[in-house]
């Protein structure tokens, strides 16, 4: 679709938006949203008719891009049968989306609880584990997001969580592994992976572990960097956890439907979770929709037991429509292949080419279609290219070197010293090395900041 220009309709866009919308994560007189005219497949456009390639995939949720007409066509059709229905009743597209997600979740993950997103699907996941266990703790990873509500943002291990931080929560945080800023020393994979292991048996030793109701990951953490975790660890920590009754809640609101090359990541790993969330990818944020995949045995808790938990817009018929639709759409395109081969051929041998003309890049990791570039001031320390947490004039580095990749039509996904490539997994060969190309002049900028 070729934009057209409207920029009067856009200045009123603009104009009702810094009236009255509030904006989360914002210092509300400080930001300068973007009037977004349209978007199709991998791009979007304002009013002015500018076009970006989105590597952001929105929040990264736009798993099959924006405006499939099959989603589209399904949400219109559901919506002229039946837009909405209270959560108690079986509804063909409700049943039928839990149906196509059990197919596809690991394991005997074969109950599904629908929530309206991530966060309260992680509140949801830790309020069984609590109530499955009897037991008061929950451990999460530093370097983690988990969601904003209360429960999810105090498992968060990001600045994120600290000016919501209780500290009477219930959780305790520990490190997980990540070598390239190892906490434990370590020299190798299989190092970091032993000493993380060790860490966190520790960690649970001291907290005891009669206390300690679930442990909960990003199964491959996401805007915290994209670590993907070492072999082994996973499967540890499911060691640790069965050894001492610990659920274990895998969160793959970001990393799940195609976004690592695989339906969900925990497949990379051979991992089975207790209870999995999951959230974005699902329908492709088309609709708001999100929910924990559930074990036999923790559904088996509340089978004669009533769960104290619920929503009124749970397994919304428009957004299981959706999601139906996105995973049907997903299957007959092979989407979750097509993004485990061009992460595989094209997308990290080309992420690596750039490292070794960059030297603002410290390093490339990622999986599919979920990448990440550790941004250094200095490539011998490590030295992040800005401060931890930097805001203001200490943040400059980065803010000049987004708005050089938006100079040049490619939105990015940028978070503290890293810059996130997370396309749209139906992103084409010929999209991805044109955004690929605009990342290599905007990261010139970047260079500039270098010792």
């Not at 005891?208 to 920590?237: D, S």
């Not at 104290?308 to 018929?317: I, K, Q, R």
């Not at 001031?377 to 400059?396: C, H, I, M, Q």
């Amino acid at each position: 679709m070729t934009p057209q220009p409207n920029p009067e309709v856009g200045a009123a866009v603009k104009a009702a938006d810094r009236a009255h919308v509030f904006h989360s994560w914002s210092a509300q007189d400080l930001i300068d949203p973007l009037a977004v005219a349209g978007a199709e497949g991998s791009h979007f456009w304002d009013y002015d008719g500018r076009r970006y390639l989105d590597f952001s995939s929105g929040l990264v949720f736009t798993n099959i891009g924006y405006q499939h007409p099959k989603v589209v066509e399904a949400i219109q059709r559901q919506a002229a049968h039946m837009t909405t229905f209270a959560p108690a009743f079986a509804v063909e597209a409700r049943s039928e989306a839990a149906r196509l997600i059990a197919e596809r979740t690991p394991g005997d993950l074969d109950k599904i609880f629908f929530t309206n997103g991530g966060a309260d699907a992680v509140e949801h996941a830790l309020r069984m584990a609590r109530l499955h266990t009897g037991r008061p703790k929950v451990l999460s990873a530093y370097r983690s997001y988990h969601g904003g509500t209360q429960q999810a943002v105090n498992v968060t291990g990001d600045p994120r969580r600290w000016a919501s931080d209780s500290g009477t929560a219930g959780v305790v945080h520990f490190w997980a592994p990540f070598l390239y800023r190892s906490r434990f020393y370590a020299e190798t994979e299989e190092q970091e992976c032993a000493r993380a292991l060790e860490h966190l048996e520790t960690t649970i030793a001291f907290e005891g572990p009669a206390t300690v109701a679930a442990i909960v990951l990003e199964t491959v953490p996401g805007t915290a960097g994209i670590m993907v975790p070492p072999p082994g660890y996973l499967a540890g920590v499911r060691e640790i956890c069965d050894r001492h009754g610990i659920v274990f809640v895998l969160d793959e609101v970001m990393a799940g439907f195609g976004r690592t090359g695989e339906w969900f990541a925990a497949d990379l790993f051979g991992v089975v979770p207790d209870l999995m969330t999951f959230a974005k990818g699902v329908n492709s944020g088309y609709v708001p929709l999100g929910g924990v995949a559930v074990s036999e045995e923790i559904a088996g808790t509340f089978a004669r037991r009533p769960y104290p938990g619920g929503l009124t817009y749970s397994g919304h018929p428009l957004a299981c429509a959706a999601a139906v639709a996105t995973i049907n759409v997903m299957a007959e395109e092979g989407v979750v292949e097509h993004a485990a081969d061009l992460g595989a051929r094209v997308l990290g041998p080309e992420l690596r080419e750039l490292a070794e003309r960059h030297p603002s890049v410290g390093e490339v990791r990622g999986v599919g279609m979920f990448w990440a570039l550790d941004l250094v001031k200095n490539r011998r320390t490590r030295e992040p290219l800005v401060p931890y947490n930097a805001t203001g004039d200490a943040s400059a580095p980065m803010a000049a070197f987004a708005a050089a990749a938006k100079a040049r039509g490619l939105w990015p996904f940028v978070n503290m010293n890293r810059t996130h490539v997370v396309p749209p997994c139906t992103i084409t060969e010929a999209e991805l090395k044109e955004g690929l190309a605009a990342l290599d002049a905007a990261l010139t900028v970047a260079d500039q900041y270098t010792e």
